[in-house]
T-cell receptor, first 113, second 113 residues
Framework: EPEVTQTPSHQVTQMGQEVILRCVPISNHLYFYWYRQILGQKVEFLVSFYNNEISEKSEIFDDQFSVERPDGSNFTLKIRSTKLEDSAMYFC???????????FGPGTRLLVL | GESVGLHLPTLSVQEGDNSIINCAYSNSASDYFIWYKQESGKGPQFIIDIRSNMDKRQGQRVTVLLNKTVKHLSLQIAATQPGDSAVYFCAVRIYNQGGKLIFGQGTELSVKP
C-alpha cells in the first residue's frame, strides 16, 4: 500500500541553523500539507500546498518557514533560522483531488538545542 | 475559528468490550470529520471519516456518529483489542478553508487483556 515517507526520522540542530525536512507524498496525490506536534500536544496545521503554490498557512507559518516542491516527487519544509520552540514532530500529509482523506507520514522529530 | 475538544484524555477498557471516544467541535461550517489513531512515535493513521451530510458511517469494527445539532462526534470501536491501544484524535475541516484539519487533543485508549 502506498505511503507518505519522510526523512530524516530525527534531526538535531543548533538554534539559528537552517533545517530542511523532506517528504515524498503518495504518487498520485496533488494536495500536500505540513503539520507539527509539540510533545504532548495536539497536531497543528502549518501549511497547505496545491498546484505549486501555498493555498493556506497558519499563523505559526511565518517568514522563517517555506515550502517547496523541487521535483515531481519531493515536498520540503525549510526553517531558515530555527528557534528552541520549533522543537516538535513535523508531519507531512497528502491527498488526492477527489478524496478528502489526508494520509500522514511517520514524521520527523526535530530537536533544536 | 474552530475549536475541537475531546471529552476524556484517557480511556481504559477491557479486551472484548466496546469503546466510545467522544469529540466536540464549535464551528457549524465544519463539513468533514475524521478520526486518526496514533501509536507512539508514529504518524496519525486514518481510521474513518464522515461528511456533514451523513450522521453515521461504519467500517470494520469502527463506527463514527455525527450529531450536528449539538456539534458532537464519536468513534465507537467494537470488541476492542490490545492492538487498538493508542491515542485517538478527531479532526475537523471547515468548509472553504483550504482543506486544513483542526485536531482535538487526543484520547489515550488503553486496553486491558
Amino acid at each position: 500500500e502506498p505511503e507518505v515517507t519522510q526523512t530524516p526520522s530525527h534531526q538535531v540542530t543548533q538554534m539559528g541553523q537552517e533545517v530542511i525536512l523532506r517528504c515524498v507524498p503518495i504518487s498520485n496525490h496533488l494536495y500536500f500539507y505540513w503539520y507539527r506536534q509539540i510533545l504532548g500536544q495536539k497536531v497543528e496545521f502549518l501549511v497547505s500546498f496545491y498546484n505549486n503554490e501555498i493555498s493556506e498557512k497558519s499563523e505559526i507559518f511565518d517568514d522563517q518557514f517555506s515550502v517547496e516542491r523541487p521535483d515531481g516527487s519531493n515536498f520540503t519544509l525549510k526553517i531558515r533560522s530555527t528557534k528552541l520552540e520549533d522543537s516538535a514532530m513535523y508531519f507531512c500529509a497528502s491527498r488526492t483531488t477527489v478524496q478528502e482523506t489526508q494520509y500522514f507520514g511517520p514524521g520527523t522529530r526535530l530537536l533544536v538545542l | 475559528g474552530e475549536s475541537v475538544g475531546l471529552h476524556l484524555p484517557t480511556l481504559s477498557v477491557q479486551e472484548g468490550d466496546n469503546s466510545i471516544i467522544n469529540c466536540a467541535y464549535s464551528n457549524s461550517a465544519s463539513d468533514y470529520f475524521i478520526w486518526y489513531k496514533q501509536e507512539s512515535g508514529k504518524g496519525p493513521q486514518f481510521i474513518i471519516d464522515i461528511r456533514s451530510n451523513m450522521d453515521k458511517r461504519q467500517g470494520q469494527r469502527v463506527t463514527v456518529l455525527l450529531n450536528k445539532t449539538v456539534k458532537h462526534l464519536s468513534l465507537q470501536i467494537a470488541a476492542t483489542q490490545p492492538g487498538d491501544s493508542a491515542v485517538y484524535f478527531c479532526a475537523v475541516r471547515i468548509y472553504n478553508q483550504g482543506g486544513k484539519l483542526i485536531f482535538g487533543q487526543g484520547t489515550e485508549l488503553s486496553v486491558k487483556p
